[in-house]
């Protein structure tokens, strides 16, 4: 493990934001506590890295392997219409990519998300269920290597 | 060149909404006809493509590197505040990349620049020079190779 990873520490505006579902090699994988989309965030467990072309190229191969990986199985176990991948990073620096499946019957259709309506926390039992989809998800990733 | 690269035709509304810069090996490199943001758009040239995923994982890392070099050099060259890039494509099915040069002092900051403010088209003059700055990030891009 290398000094940026040691160093790493998840935004706190992340960490209140989210639910923390467990880590791919690179990224840690958070659920937003939003109720209006399906929607995952990956961070790459790097100290200071604010902009994707910061993190070394094999780290930016292997973000790119697990971001993919993630928009196909969100795609494929949500049913989305459209995935949303963006990395924006305007308030909170810390480098965050979200993952947002989209619905033509979703609060923002066609828009972006951002902005869009305020966000609605989970019931517990809507939590439990999207959670345990999601961590489905991560569980097939097991066999996920570094691209590096 | 395969046939996804043969069939591959832009978008009619990228097409009308931006000015071609060129070419980079993977991707069409797009300049937004808006004055608002420094903003390019990567199309990588395959017919059918609609997520990132949806491409050859080698393609995948020829996204992620040409985007890179594109990012790293639009924040440098307009001394961004932060980059965006994302796939969004709620309205244009066809793959495409954003890359929006952000300032503090923009017109959407700090939100998304997508549905902020209508686009207003470059002057002639404008015009020239930020294509002019974009193309020179594409001719230092002569040197770059396909990472796969």
Chains 1, 2 share one sequence.
Request: aromatic share 8%; glycine share 4%.
């Amino acid at each position: 493990m290398d000094e940026l990873e040691l160093e790493f520490e998840l935004d706190p505006r992340l960490a209140a934001d989210c639910i923390h579902i467990g880590d791919f090699p690179l990224c840690r994988l958070l659920l937003m506590n939003d109720a209006n989309y399906p929607w995952c965030i990956l961070v790459p467990r790097r100290a200071g890295a604010t902009e994707i072309y910061h993190l070394p190229e094999e780290e930016q191969q292997q973000l790119i392997h697990e971001s993919s990986f993630l928009a196909e199985n969100l795609h494929d176990i949500f049913a989305a219409r459209k995935m949303n991948v963006a990395a924006i990073g305007n308030m909170v620096a810390q480098l965050h990519v979200h993952h947002v499946v989209r619905y033509e019957s979703d609060a923002a259709w066609p828009a972006p998300v951002w902005g869009a309506v305020p966000a609605r926390p989970y019931s517990e039992t809507e939590l439990y269920e999207v959670k345990h989809k999601v961590e489905v998800i991560l569980n097939g990733a097991l066999a996920l290597n570094r691209a590096s």
